[in-house]
């Protein structure tokens, strides 16, 4: 196999060196962390200074850092109806609004009954459509509403105007809580509780160069679920029972690290080289359409399509050719369906079906452009003049 480009870093990024170091130094800790002996309490300390440095990243108190073994989990266990403000007091909330563009485990992995579930749309530039918010929320005045808008959409790289569903959403009324899913926003924007005015931020650490298999769930305040989705010993703040993953945690760490002292050049490089593909696949093909152009985007995402080019045709000659690219969210890649978030962007479904996502990372070079664009080229050429072909 010749040389192989990765584009395709919103669905995993690869390992950072400082999150590898890491993990290296944190597989010389022989002890469970959950043990009073010295070993066990070298391996606490590791997964305490973990906790301690998330914490202060996000701006919250260590004790608010929920570690899970991904977003996926995260979400899973804040999006339910009863959480506890303090031992005795449970709020249940009534009824929970989602975004159309959210991750499949907040459109189907929360635990709110079906019929107290609305989904909000998306304008035509992939933003939360915060008129629509606005009415739903007057629709449910009076009742204790739960909100989860991601920071930024995975496959389009639009940034949701989350400031402003907060304003919304406490004008509305003072029993509410906001959930954000800022797995695919960190490292490319600021996610931190005094950028995102949220209640929980939820986090995946192999989306920003850690490994897969572990995130976190990180709160504004001192609040719990009522609910557990795993019971057992007391980790975790008795939130997420089972033995800590002292390897994975630590990885958490050092990518956070890294991240967290590149993210300005890091974010330039992919502006920049986002920018410049996209000007010149608009060369090559006049017609491209890029979804969520008007938009504020995610620096490292484009996701484009060919009107009349099906996305997985495009997708697989490109992978012919060495360049990797997916068509929308690793979850839901393989499967022949429009994506859910351009049909709630009310996309056109002839040109839903060509949605291709390009995402940027951390170890993308500028070098490797002009071998992207001779394969996109050569790619497009191929299959429009086998459509003009076939048409003839």
Known sequence: ?????????????????????????????????????????????????????????????????????????????????????????????????????????????????????????????????????????????????????QAANNETGVVQPVAEAAALLRAASADTFFVCDAAQAAGKIACNFDALPVDALIFSAHKFGGPAGIGALCLREDIVAATPLLRGGGQ???????????????????????????????????????????????????????????????????????????????LMFLDVEGVAVSSGSACSSGKVKTSHVLESMCVDPSLAGGGVRLSLGWNSREEDCPLILQAFEKAARTIRGRQIKSAA
Not at 239 to 264: N, P
Not at 305 to 313: D, F, N, R
């Open 236 to 314: 975790e703040f008795r939130q997420r029972a089972g033995t800590q993953a002292l390897i994975a945690i630590a990885g958490l760490a050092g990518a956070l690290a890294e991240m967290r002292d590149r993210f300005v050049d890091e974010c330039a490089m992919f502006a920049k080289l986002r920018d410049a593909l996209e000007r010149e696949m608009r060369a090559i093909v006049t017609d491209l359409h890029i979804f969520g152009e008007k938009a504020p985007r995610l620096p490292n995402t484009s996701a484009f399509a060919l009107p009349g080019v099906e996305a997985q045709v495009l």
């Open 1 to 149: 196999m010749g040389q192989r480009i990765y584009l395709d870093h919103n669905a995993t990024t690869a390992l950072r060196p400082g999150a590898r170091a890491a993990m290296l130094a944190a597989m010389d800790l022989c002890g469970n962390a959950s043990s009073i002996h010295a070993e066990g309490r070298a391996a606490r300390a590791s997964i305490e200074a973990a906790r301690e440095a998330l914490g202060r990243f996000v701006g919250t108190l260590p004790r608010r850092v929920i570690f899970t073994s991904g977003a996926t989990e995260a979400l899973n266990l804040i999006l339910q109806p009863g959480l506890s403000r303090s031992a005795s007091l449970t709020v249940d909330y009534d009824v929970l609004l989602v975004s159309g563009g959210e991750h499949a485990s907040v459109l189907f992995g929360h635990r709110f009954p079906a019929g107290h579930i609305e989904t909000i749309g998306l304008s035509g530039s992939g933003e939360l459509d915060l008129e629509a918010l606005a009415a739903a929320l007057h629709r449910h005045a009076g009742r204790r509403i739960m909100l989860a808008v």
